[in-house]
């Protein structure tokens, strides 16, 4: 779930799994895979960077659970 602002400027919560498609019409329109259509105050880039933010945190992405110099959290098949 990422949060995100109305034009209105109520704050919203998405799930991101369902954005369809974000496009800028000036105003950006998140179209979700239920048909529902939402315009928010954010720019496409910056609703994408949430998503991608989001989807790093829930699935664990590398580069941010590992610190350098730690060992591989699970070793290659045959490695001692």
């Known amino acids: 779930m990422i949060q995100i602002t109305r034009l209105d400027h109520t704050p919203l919560v998405i799930n991101c799994d369902l954005i369809e498609m ?3 019409t000036p105003d950006t329109l998140l179209s979700l895979t239920t048909g529902r259509k939402v315009l928010v105050k954010e720019s496409v ?3 994408v960077a949430r998503v991608v933010a989001h989807k790093q945190r829930v699935l664990g992405h590398p580069a941010a659970l590992k610190a350098e ?3 591989p959290r ?5 490695a001692a």
Request: proline share 21%.
């Open 69 to 71: 110099g730690d060992p």
């Open 45 to 47: 880039a910056e609703v």
């Open 22 to 24: 974000i496009e800028a």
């Open 74 to 78: 699970h070793p290659a098949p045959g």
